[in-house]
Nanobody, 121 residues
């Protein structure tokens, strides 16, 4: 069993910054792609940013140049540095990771519980 635990959400003014963290724990053999998604009320969950084991990244057009995803493979942790935040960034942010367990026999698409980010003055 594996678990993803997010932290770092909160209330911030427009133009401000926040850093989200997500740590994976449990019976982990290896972790592949990690990413951040978000879901605003009434909207579908959307990809914000993703990062491979080797560090290749991709971003939603709406956050390019403002958000930076990174990971620490030794700590099984992924980060999302968010800058120049806008009210439209308000959403619940979810961490996602593809995790192999039990010596690689099983592959799980794992999700965190979500952390609220609110951008408002």
């Amino acid at each position: 069993q594996v678990q993803l635990v997010e932290s770092g959400g909160g209330l911030v003014q427009p133009g401000g910054s926040l850093r989200l963290s997500c740590a994976a724990s449990g019976s982990i053999f290896s972790i592949g792609v990690m990413g951040w998604y978000r879901q605003a009320p009434g909207n579908k969950r959307e990809l914000v940013a993703g990062i491979t084991t080797g560090g290749s990244t991709n971003y939603a057009d709406s956050v390019k140049g403002r958000f930076t995803i990174s990971r620490d493979n030794a700590k099984n942790t992924v980060y999302l540095q968010m800058s120049s935040l806008k009210p439209e960034d308000t959403a619940v942010y979810y961490c996602n990771a593809v995790i192999s367990t039990s010596g690689g026999r099983y592959v799980l698409d794992s999700w965190g519980q979500g952390t609220q980010v609110t951008v408002s003055s």
